[in-house]
């Protein structure tokens, strides 16, 4: 019943913006985060940025922070990732996860903190 469906990726030169949106069911996203993973070729997933449902806390991976703004609209069940200044770099696929499970101690951007997962959009930044 968990649904995560990602889209808004493309191509697009450095320095150039894309937003990508993570519209999900099928769980109270109220009470959930929501994170962003992208994962390159022949790289590990890493964690970018994730977001409280509940409290709107946030988390950004060093290499975004400043450029990458991660937002929720309970309303309408979705999270948005706005990508600016976007480098060669940034280039993955990437993902949006829930977290699902609730423990005592949680990691951000860990992956395997978050239980369900989308099927991924593509993002390829030019030089």
């Known amino acids: 019943e968990v649904q995560l469906v990602e889209s808004g990726g493309g191509l697009v030169q450095a320095g150039g913006s894309l937003r990508l949106s993570c519209a999900a069911s099928g769980f109270t996203f109220d009470d959930d985060t929501i994170g962003w993973f992208r994962q390159a070729p022949g790289k590990e997933r890493e964690g970018v940025s994730c977001i409280s449902s509940s409290d709107g806390s946030t988390y950004y991976a060093d290499s975004v922070k400043g450029r990458f703004t991660i937002s929720s609209d309970n309303a309408k069940n979705t999270v948005y990732l706005q990508m600016n200044s976007l480098k060669p770099d940034d280039t993955a696929v990437y993902y949006c996860?829930?977290?699902?499970?609730?423990?005592?101690?949680?990691?951000?951007?860990?992956?395997?903190?978050?239980?369900?997962w989308g099927q991924g959009t593509q993002v390829t930044v030019s030089s």
């Open positions: 996860a829930a977290r699902g499970v609730v423990g005592a101690i949680f990691l951000p951007l860990v992956a395997y903190e978050y239980d369900y």
